[in-house]
């Protein structure tokens, strides 16, 4: 596994005033969110990512709309320097993918 890299992203509206400010993690070539980060972003709660995910798990494909980290890469991924993105008795991680993410606003409203 290659170890996620991580760096900011910043939205800008008008006038150039910086909106929104986020790291962005980068695994395997393509840029990811935790739950936490999208439930901030479409300004819902994280567990109502993980309950439209359970519900609508069908459609989402491992390694296209999210990677599902268990083991030894979340253990290597904890062990990263981006460690604060995940809590020690977490089991398991999902980073979301931009095809995830936005398949997560399509199943939530939040497009």
């Known amino acids: 596994m290659q170890i996620p890299q991580i760096y900011r992203l910043s939205v800008k509206r008008k006038g150039g005033r910086i909106v929104n400010d986020i790291q962005v993690i980068e695994r395997d070539g393509q840029r990811v ?56 008795r977490v089991n398991a991680l999902y980073l979301w993918t931009e095809r995830g993410a936005l398949l997560h606003a399509k199943s939530l409203n939040t497009a």
């Not at 901030?40 to 069908?58: L, P, V, W």
């Not at 030894?72 to 995940?86: N, Q």
């Open 33 to 88: 969110l935790t739950t936490q980060q999208l439930a901030e972003k479409y300004g819902t709660e994280s567990r109502r990512i993980s309950d439209n995910f359970n519900a609508n798990q069908s459609k989402y494909q491992n390694g296209v709309h999210y990677f599902k980290l268990e083991g030894d890469e979340l253990r290597e991924f904890k062990g990263s320097a981006i460690s604060g993105f995940v809590g020690t």
